[in-house]
């Protein structure tokens, strides 16, 4: 019985010894050329900066009439700029200042990729373009939709709601939306 609790203990002594040795390959590169490994990482340091993405690197699906379903690249930056791209263009009037666009819209902040809020399936939200009684953005995303269209939006937080935030909308935060135009009048 002694000798198979020494047989035990000098089994998973040479387990172990085997699970620390370095297995490695040898690197054919001479010391100080080519690849390391493993690749180094210095801490503070971070990756080039991506690309601002574009209204195709947004992936949005699902019809006219019905909640959105719309997918926040991790491949390229958020937009500094104003985004705009027409994925219905409807056939009705079109919004101008002064008329009133009653919308259905799906807003997903860019920082979390988070569906804040939608009123799919709710009373259409109404917009007097011109009025400034929403954010920027959002206005200038409006201007030009006609009745039966959807449309990309993407406000960069200087056309949102910039340093300060509004309710669960971070500070400095882009916002995603999609927005269809139910109806158009005035």
């Known amino acids: 019985?002694?000798?198979?609790?020494?047989?035990?203990?000098?089994?998973?002594?040479?387990?172990?010894?085997?699970?620390?040795?370095?297995?490695?390959?040898?690197?054919?590169?001479?010391p100080g050329d080519g690849p390391t490994y493993p690749?180094?990482?210095?801490?503070g340091v971070s990756a080039a900066p991506q690309r601002a993405c574009t209204a195709d690197d947004i992936k949005v699906s699902g019809d006219f009439g019905t909640k959105p379903s719309i997918t926040v690249p991790d491949t390229c930056g958020a937009p500094t700029t104003l985004v705009v791209k027409d994925l219905r263009v409807g056939?009705?009037?079109?919004?101008?200042?002064?008329?009133?666009?009653?919308?259905?819209?799906?807003?997903?902040t860019w920082s979390d990729k988070v569906d804040q809020q939608n009123t799919f399936g709710a009373q259409?939200?109404?917009v007097t373009v011109g009025q400034g009684k929403v954010i920027p953005g959002w206005e200038q995303g409006?201007?030009?939709?006609?009745?039966?269209?959807?449309?990309?939006?993407?406000?960069?937080?200087?056309?949102?709601?910039g340093g300060s935030?509004?309710?669960?909308?971070?500070?400095?935060?882009?916002l995603v939306y999609v927005v269809d135009v139910v109806q158009v009048s005035g």
């Open 165 to 174: 935030g509004s309710g669960r909308i971070k500070p400095n935060e882009t």
């Open 124 to 126: 259409p939200y109404p």
């Open 39 to 43: 690749a180094p990482n210095p801490a």
């Open 91 to 108: 056939t009705g009037p079109q919004a101008a200042t002064g008329s009133t666009v009653q919308t259905n819209y799906d807003l997903v």
């Open 1 to 30: 019985m002694r000798n198979a609790g020494k047989i035990m203990i000098v089994a998973a002594a040479a387990v172990t010894l085997a699970a620390c040795a370095n297995s490695q390959v040898a690197s054919s590169y001479p």
């Open 142 to 161: 409006l201007a030009g939709m006609k009745q039966g269209g959807r449309r990309l939006i993407v406000i960069p937080p200087d056309l949102g709601y």
